[in-house]
């Protein structure tokens, strides 16, 4: 059970390296960027300064963002379907405080086929290291199967 094709048909949420993102993609963070620095900046001023059009920016803003983002009050839920062995889901937890993000919620389903489905939503504090790595790490634990990003507000 390591991949399961007919889920990741349905998935809505893609984590991609830098290098695989198009240069329009790329420039709508730019724009979003400047506009957070700049607070009295238009969307006109900030996408003419990056060369992007601002119907472009429109389209893609909600789409796009730096997942390493690590700015207070980011939260970030994920599902892991992993194996149902006593101590699993304490190291998983473990390998979030080590990161320091803070676990809001925690919902594990009963174990079926030895398989148990975790739904687990964390907090991304300004003391929080790459968020990025701490998926990685969690990802390739023995006993994690699979793992998704499922939101981020």
Same mark, same amino acid.
């Given at each position: 059970?390591?991949?399961?094709?007919?889920?990741?048909?349905?998935?809505?949420?893609?984590?991609?390296?830098?290098?695989?993102?198009?240069?329009? #993609? /790329?420039?709508? !963070?730019?724009? +979003?960027?400047?506009?957070?620095?700049?607070?009295?900046? *238009?969307?006109?001023?900030?996408?003419?300064?990056?060369?992007?059009?601002?119907?472009?920016?429109?389209?893609?803003k909600e789409d796009?963002?730096?997942?390493?983002?690590?700015?207070?009050?980011?939260?970030?839920?994920f599902m892991l379907?992993?194996?149902?062995?006593?101590? #699993? /889901?304490?190291? !998983?937890?473990? +390998?979030?405080?080590?990161?320091?993000?803070?676990?809001? *919620?925690?919902?594990q389903t009963i174990?079926?086929?030895?398989?148990?489905?975790?739904?687990?939503?964390?907090?991304?504090?300004?003391?929080?290291?790459?968020?990025?790595?701490?998926?990685?790490?969690?990802?390739?634990?023995?006993?994690?199967?699979?793992?998704?990003?499922?939101?981020?507000?």
């Amino acid at each position: 059970m390591k991949y399961n094709e007919e889920q990741n048909q349905k998935a809505e949420y893609y984590v991609v390296k830098k290098k695989a993102v198009p240069e329009t #993609l /790329l420039k709508v !963070v730019q724009v +979003k960027r400047l506009l957070e620095i700049n607070k009295g900046m *238009t969307v006109q001023e900030a996408t003419d300064q990056i060369g992007l059009s601002r119907s472009s920016f429109y389209k893609y803003k909600e789409d796009i963002f730096p997942f390493h983002d690590n700015a207070r009050g980011r939260n970030i839920t994920f599902m892991l379907q992993m194996e149902d062995e006593p101590g #699993l /889901l304490s190291r !998983v937890l473990g +390998k979030i405080a080590e990161y320091r993000a803070n676990v809001l *919620t925690i919902h594990q389903t009963i174990p079926i086929n030895g398989v148990a489905s975790l739904t687990l939503s964390t907090e991304v504090l300004p003391t929080t290291k790459d968020v990025s790595s701490m998926i990685d790490d969690i990802e390739k634990m023995e006993g994690i199967y699979y793992l998704k990003i499922l939101g981020r507000e």
